[in-house]
Structures are given as structure tokens and as C-alpha cells.
């Protein structure tokens, strides 16, 4: 009997460490739609130059992305205690900020709690319902997939007007 006692107090205590153990949660566990950037000319990727991105209604004005390095990919979060997020995109390029051209993309949304697992915990899913924009630099934005989960694709397209360098398109 004793050892039936051994075995079945070793059997609790394997049970209670792999309980603990969060390795079997490997996933991103925050739903981060990522998005990327887009000439409206030719539909191809790009980096931009000169692009700070700050929250609009954030604390603090927050900063997403400062003006350097380029980029071509950006991670948009989204709040999970609202159902709409802002995003201001300045433009820093010399001529641009002179004029102080900015766009602006407003994300509409439903949150959804999503139980992942015991060992992952719960997160939140964003079903986007509508996107608004301004157009001073930005032709359009595009959703590649309305629902923003964990997983790591892109979701978002956003395609800036772009000048073709001397040569191309000519006599298209």
C-alpha cells in the first residue's frame, strides 16, 4: 500500500509541474494586425521614409513609430475597451511637413474575448467592420482579412501614392 501511495503522490506532482509549465504556450498571444505598405502604382510592396505614426486620443500622444529608419510593415494595435482606433500618420519628408500633410486611418471593430487555452490564457480577436481615411498622401486601405487574431499575416494594405522613377511607365 505504501507504494501505491509513492507512485500516485509522484504522478501529483508531474501533473502539478507540467500544469505550470508554459511552454506548451508558444503562440503570439496578443492579436496585432499588421500591416503593410503599398505603392498605388504598381501594387508593390515599399518602404517609406520619413513616417511617425502617433496614436490619436492615446495617453500622451503616443508615439507607434518614430520618423526613421523606413519601413514597410507596421503593427497597428488596437484597444480592446473601445470599438474604434485612430492612427495619425505624419509625414516628416521636408516638403510634406512643411505643408503639413498628414492622413489619418480610424478602424472600426467588434472585440471579441477568445479563450486560447489553459495554458495560453484568453486574449482578444477584432472583427473590423469599417475603415476611414483621409486621402492626402494614402489612395486607399485595404483589408486582407477583417478578422485580427494571433497569428502573425498580414491584414491591413495601405497603399500611398507613389511617383514611378524617370523611365518607367513612359509609353505605357
Known amino acids: 500500500m505504501g507504494r501505491g501511495i509513492a507512485i500516485a ?35 508593390k510592396a515599399i518602404s517609406v521614409d520619413s513616417l511617425e505614426v502617433v ?31 485612430s492612427w495619425r500618420f505624419v509625414y516628416r519628408q521636408k516638403a510634406l511637413e512643411a505643408a503639413g500633410v498628414e492622413d489619418v486611418i480610424t478602424f472600426d471593430y467588434e472585440s471579441i474575448p477568445y479563450f486560447a487555452s489553459e495554458e495560453c490564457g484568453a486574449t482578444y480577436r477584432y472583427r473590423v467592420t469599417s475603415v476611414d481615411y483621409t486621402d492626402n498622401v494614402i489612395d486607399r486601405v485595404v ?30
Open 9 to 43: 503522490a509522484m504522478a501529483g506532482a508531474v501533473a502539478a509541474l507540467a500544469s505550470c509549465n508554459t511552454s506548451g504556450c508558444l503562440d503570439n498571444r496578443s492579436s496585432l494586425p499588421l500591416a503593410e505598405f503599398r505603392s498605388s502604382s504598381t501594387d
Open 55 to 85: 496614436g490619436v486620443d492615446a495617453p500622451d500622444g503616443a508615439v507607434l513609430s518614430e520618423a526613421k529608419p523606413a519601413k514597410s510593415q507596421l503593427y497597428l494595435p488596437m484597444r480592446s475597451t473601445r470599438n474604434s482606433t
Open 143 to 172: 483589408m486582407a482579412d477583417s478578422l485580427i487574431t494571433n497569428v502573425d499575416k498580414v491584414s491591413i494594405l495601405i497603399y500611398f501614392r507613389t511617383a514611378e522613377p524617370e523611365g518607367e511607365g513612359a509609353g505605357q
